[in-house]
């Protein structure tokens, strides 16, 4: 089996770019018979893209990749333009934002950023389900 791919570019004013990346995560998962990723990976990736929406203040890339074999492997990277890397904090109990790296980290099974020539990655990767 090749290596799958996905990959989304998304205009940085258009929020509702967030759900035509979870509804085409979804369908490429189920394309890929990866359905017991879609959930998770759903709310990560969205978890992700607001994130570069909202505080990157520009464009942002979305790929997402279905690497083959036994032990298949989802990672979902997204590309902005901001320069600043994040890192999960405490939002405390009365706030109403600040909690998606919190989620991120604690279903993932690996996460990370890095800084690239023009912004950030900010990725995640789940393992695939042995059928």
Same mark, same amino acid.
């Given at each position: 089996?090749?290596?799958?791919?996905?990959?989304?570019?998304?205009?940085g004013d258009d929020l509702t770019a967030i759900a035509d990346v979870r509804?085409?995560?979804?369908?490429? /998962? $189920?394309?890929?018979?990866?359905?017991? %990723?879609?959930?998770?990976?759903?709310?990560?990736? *969205?978890? &992700?893209?607001?994130?570069?929406?909202?505080?990157?203040?520009?464009?942002?890339?979305?790929?997402?990749? /279905? $690497?083959?074999?036994?032990?298949?492997? %989802?990672?979902?990277?997204?590309?902005?333009?901001? *320069?600043? &890397?994040?890192?999960?904090?405490?939002?405390?109990?009365?706030?109403?934002?600040?909690?998606?790296?919190l989620l991120v980290s604690a279903l993932a099974d690996e996460w990370g950023?890095?800084?690239?020539?023009?912004?950030?990655?900010?990725?995640f990767e789940l393992c695939a389900q042995a059928a």
């Amino acid at each position: 089996m090749a290596m799958r791919r996905l990959r989304r570019r998304l205009n940085g004013d258009d929020l509702t770019a967030i759900a035509d990346v979870r509804r085409s995560l979804r369908e490429a /998962l $189920s394309h890929w018979d990866a359905h017991d %990723l879609v959930d998770t990976a759903e709310l990560l990736a *969205s978890e &992700l893209v607001t994130n570069a929406l909202v505080h990157s203040g520009g464009d942002a890339t979305v790929t997402a990749t /279905l $690497s083959p074999g036994p032990e298949a492997r %989802l990672r979902v990277e997204v590309h902005d333009g901001g *320069s600043r &890397l994040p890192a999960p904090r405490d939002a405390g109990e009365d706030a109403t934002s600040g909690r998606g790296l919190l989620l991120v980290s604690a279903l993932a099974d690996e996460w990370g950023a890095r800084p690239v020539a023009r912004g950030k990655v900010v990725w995640f990767e789940l393992c695939a389900q042995a059928a």
